[in-house]
């Protein structure tokens, strides 16, 4: 079997982990998804999440580093009855990982955070991120202590994981490994007053807007 054109690669002669690819993985997890609530961030997350289909249960933020976590959280505390998930990247929820803690010391059931972690910065340019250095996000969580976490690199756990997302009693984590490429962009409406009325009227009704 030639593991360096497949799921492993070879760098340095060392064989490293296998990894996804990420739109393939986020597609399969969102496969069948009802009416869960996604908050996705920063760009490429929300790309990956809009090649699934446009829905207007998804809460996409542009640029927001580090906001992904709390925003989604306080969507859990506010929804307690709705399955909320929340789609980042490694750099971004590093960017402001006190969330996490704090997530798993309110013990949102309905939340479940997904973790794209390709091991690089790849809006910037591809440079090493600190999960390329080591950093082991699943690690930081456990010990924070999420009810479950879980890192994923063969799609064949991938549906176990959407059973975590649809049914799982959180908060939970599922740390994505994915390969370095980047795919083409998919992108969504960039209008964020419109994503957030289209998002408020789809979760709580038109005549929300009007109380």
């Known amino acids: 079997m030639d593991l360096t054109n497949g ?15 990420r739109r393939a993985a986020i597609v399969e997890l969102l496969e069948n998804r009802g009416d869960l609530l996604i908050v996705a ?5 929300i790309w990956d999440v809009e090649s699934a289909g446009d829905h207007p249960l998804n809460f ?19 929804q307690p009855t709705r399955r909320v998930l929340a789609v980042t990247g490694d750099a971004e929820i590093l960017m402001g990982f006190g969330t996490v803690p704090t ?5 949102p059931e309905n939340l479940t955070i997904v973790v794209i972690d390709n091991g690089r910065f790849g809006e910037t340019g591809s440079q090493l991120s600190h999960t390329g250095a080591g950093v082991d996000i699943a690690g930081m969580a456990t010990a924070a202590g999420f009810s479950s976490v879980t890192t994923v690199t063969d799609q064949k756990d991938l549906a176990d994981a959407r059973n975590v997302i649809q049914n ?3 908060p939970s984590m599922i740390v994505l490994k994915v390969d370095a490429h980047m795919p083409k962009v998919v992108m969504p409406a960039r209008d964020g007053a ?16 009007k109380e």
Do not use: Q
């Open 7 to 21: 799921p492993y690669r070879r760098r340095g002669g060392a064989m490293t982990t296998p990894r996804l690819e």
């Open 41 to 45: 961030g920063l760009g490429s997350a």
């Open 60 to 78: 996409h933020i542009l640029g927001a580093m580090g906001s992904i976590v709390p925003t989604a959280l306080g969507l859990a505390i506010a």
């Open 103 to 107: 997530t798993a010391v309110r013990k």
């Open 168 to 170: 799982g009693a959180g």
């Open 194 to 209: 419109w994503l957030k009325h289209r998002f408020r009227n789809s979760l709580l009704g038109e005549d929300a807007a």
